[in-house]
């Protein structure tokens, strides 16, 4: 039996535990705005866009489970955001001057990476694309 069919990934969400943190990072260093914010089933949360991408946020109050990220645990292992080849160094430049802790940027599988961390330690990438 042939499936339906998928056309893109709507959205991600990534659990934080502080939104107004986490809005603020993704805005100002990332360039996201601020589409709505809600508090929706108890949770707080929130969705951005940076043209067709939608990243939304949620805290998860008392109900959060406490610790940090971690990629290792069954889960997200991380966010990888497509850019121009000719971007990544601005981009290693943008993220210095912000003072984001960031790692050399190197050959990935089809493409280049600079690889760094949001404020709860959600790890995320640029990848270039041709």
């Known amino acids: 039996m042939s499936t339906p069919g998928i056309r893109s990934i709507h959205h991600v969400t990534l659990s934080v535990s502080d939104m107004d943190a986490s809005i ?3 805005r100002d260093l990332l360039g996201f705005e601020v589409v709505t914010r809600l508090e929706h089933n108890g ?3 929130a969705i951005l866009r940076i043209g ?3 990243v939304t946020f949620v805290a998860h109050g008392d109900l959060a489970v406490p610790g940090a990220f971690s990629e290792r645990r069954t889960g997200l292992d991380h966010l990888s955001f497509g850019v121009d080849p000719d971007a990544i160094e601005r981009w290693a430049e943008h993220l210095e001057a912000a003072g984001v802790t960031w790692s050399p940027i190197v050959d990935g599988i089809n493409g280049r990476v600079l690889s760094f961390r949001d404020p709860d330690n959600i790890a995320l990438e640029f990848y ?3």
Do not use: G, M, R
Request: glycine share 0%.
């Open 52 to 54: 067709s991408v939608v």
């Open 128 to 130: 270039t694309i041709e």
């Open 24 to 26: 603020a990072w993704y």
């Open 43 to 45: 949770l707080d949360k």
